[in-house]
Structures are given as C-alpha cells and as structure tokens.
C-alpha cells in the first residue's frame, strides 16, 4: 500500500474525491488515471508540480507521501503529470 493510499484511507476520501479537490483548487488539474496510477504505486516518478497538488488538497507535507528513495525519482526525465 501505498503512502498516499494510505492517507486517503485515513481521510476516508477517494481517488475521486481526491481529483475534484484538486481540480477545485488548481487551474490545471491532474487527470484521473494519473492520480489513479501514483495512487496504486503503478508510477513513482512524477514532477513536483503534481506532488505539491496532492500535498495541497490534501493537506499534508511531500515527506508525509513519498516513500523512502522518491525524491531522487521526481528529477528524472521520465516523469507523469
């Protein structure tokens, strides 16, 4: 599991819950299979744009959603979001 499921385990929120309080709160929000697959784990590299959406919506700080080793993750080229 996940960090980040984790936490909207907690929150009792969904992914979609999660989606519309970010499109909600940014003029460019992140679309559902994307937050569908970093919330699965499917991906881990995504850009700090899309990491400070999440924190935003959700409230909670990037240390309280990436795993040990991400952040090295989120410089890579090859990134979602």
Do not use: W
Not at 10 to 38: C, G, N, V, W
Request: net charge positive; with cysteine; charged share 25%.
């Amino acid at each position: 599991m996940t960090k980040l499921k984790q936490i909207l385990s907690e929150k009792r929120m969904t992914q979609k819950d999660l989606f519309e309080r970010i499109k909600e709160m940014s003029h460019t929000p992140i679309a559902q299979y994307q937050i569908s697959r970093i919330v699965s784990g499917k991906v881990s590299t995504y850009n700090i744009a899309t990491l400070m959406k999440i924190c935003r919506a959700l409230d909670v700080t990037p240390n309280q959603i990436l795993m040990k080793g991400q952040y090295s993750e989120l410089f890579k080229d090859n990134t979602v979001g």
